[in-house]
């Protein structure tokens, strides 16, 4: 199931919202992945500003934090839902 969480940056006052994609096969099954391009969408939105470092991995602070269990080979994120504070 992929579930729709809205991460939040209180330094900015910003929000933006992502929806990590399960994974069912390989290394990481069972795991969700958020691709590094919408890491980087993320980032843009919750913060956007060069060289800041007010956020974690996706630009959140405060909120919800997904955990990241890995990278994979195309830098794209691995997360594990199980282990988020949501
Ligand atoms: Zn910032």
Redesign the pocket.
């Known amino acids: 199931m992929n579930t729709t969480y809205t991460l939040t940056?209180s330094?900015?006052n910003t929000s933006a919202t992502v929806r990590p994609v399960a994974i069912t096969e390989g290394r990481f099954a069972g795991m969700h992945k958020i691709s590094r391009k919408t890491a980087l969408r993320l980032r843009n939105e919750l913060?956007g500003?060069e060289g800041?470092t007010?956020?974690g991995n996706f630009?959140e602070r405060g909120g919800i934090v997904l955990d990241v269990a890995n990278e994979d080979y195309d830098r794209n994120y691995i997360v594990d839902l199980s282990r988020n504070n949501a």
């Open positions: 940056n330094f900015h913060c500003i800041c007010c956020g630009g």
